[in-house]
């Protein structure tokens, strides 16, 4: 595991003006589908790796679900400093009423995980972070459109995982991503959606669609996930930002894992102290992934981290 310098943005939920829509009656069916959790024994966590079992759970639960949860892979105390670091930077965006970045890790689970669904060596080409802000005083909480981040004509088939850190337990309370399992394959792909990528609230699934598949399938579920735990997401799943009603500040570290076949042109920007870290990791066998990397200086990055684009300014489409 390294702590990396990265070019990615924390997206202050706060500042990011999504059309408000009146939310979904739903109906209430009996049973709400959760999501997989994978709990790795001390011996795959020490051994930074699932054994088969866990490992067939935890591609099953991405094929059938577009999720699963690995929980008590991350150590606490890499969550705890870059949490400090993440919030204050949070604080300071909030404070200019922008969006805004930060520092990573790679995770050997995940990255395991994520070769196993998209063949080896996934392209990670995005690193960044959503930020659920606590409801400034007399602000009503908001909450995202139901969305998919594939909001281009994709692959039909897996190309692309999110994987997704919180930094501390995640739950309903404090804006736990809503998510739709089941809603990455046949459900129509941009036809279900509405917006172009590009506009500010891109991929936002229409309204009537949203209504059948509560009728067919029940409601979505906001889970609780535990701090430690890495969330992979198939990119094309439907899924939405949700109120903080909490007053502590919920980060949530995000990278994009693509197939090696998938062409999409973005790369990562890293300072230069980095590149040893993941040429250390690259040498032993343990960073699995391709990692194109514009290379700054030290003092590039930290001047340019907090002043990068948000969000959907990024592009997930590849080269024709
Ligand atoms: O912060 C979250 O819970 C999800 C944010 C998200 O999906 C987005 O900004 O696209
Ligand atoms: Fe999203």
Request: proline letters at 8%; one cysteine or more.
């Amino acid at each position: 595991m390294s702590i990396t310098l990265c070019r990615g943005q924390v997206l202050l939920r706060a500042c990011r003006a999504f059309s408000q829509r009146p939310l979904l009656q739903l109906r209430s069916l009996s049973s709400q589908r959760l999501p997989q959790v994978v709990r790795p024994s001390a011996e795959e966590v020490k051994n930074s790796r699932l054994n088969e079992r866990n490992l067939e759970i935890a591609v099953r639960g991405v094929h059938l679900d577009g999720l699963v949860v690995v929980e008590d892979v991350v150590p606490h105390h890499y969550l705890d400093s870059l949490n400090i670091k993440m919030v204050e930077d949070a604080r300071i965006l909030q404070a200019r009423g922008e969006d805004g970045p930060f520092n990573y890790n790679v995770d050997p689970i995940a990255t395991q995980i994520t070769s196993a669904v998209l063949g080896p060596r996934p392209k990670w080409t995005f690193c960044s972070g959503n930020t659920a802000m606590p409801p400034v005083p007399g602000g009503a909480p908001q909450r995202q459109p139901v969305h998919a981040d594939a909001d281009f004509a994709h692959p039909e088939h897996p190309f692309a995982l999110v994987v997704n850190v919180p930094l501390i337990d995640m739950t309903p309370h404090n804006g736990s991503t809503e998510v739709w399992l089941g809603t990455h394959t046949g459900t129509g792909g941009i036809e279900a959606q509405e917006g172009a990528h590009g506009e500010r609230a891109s991929g936002r699934i229409k309204q009537d669609i949203l209504a059948k598949r509560v009728a067919t399938h029940g409601p979505p579920v906001q889970p609780n996930i535990k701090k430690g735990s890495v969330v992979i997401r198939d990119l094309r799943l439907w899924h939405a930002g949700m109120p903080n009603r909490s007053e502590e500040v919920r980060v949530m570290l995000a990278q994009i894992h693509f197939a090696s076949w998938y062409r999409n042109p973005m790369r990562l920007e890293f300072a230069e102290d980095v590149k040893p870290i993941l040429e250390g990791l690259e040498s032993r066998g343990e960073l699995g992934l391709e990692a194109p990397t514009n290379w700054v200086s030290k003092q590039q990055a930290i001047d340019g981290y907090l002043n990068r684009a948000f969000g959907n300014a990024y592009d997930f489409n590849q080269a024709p």
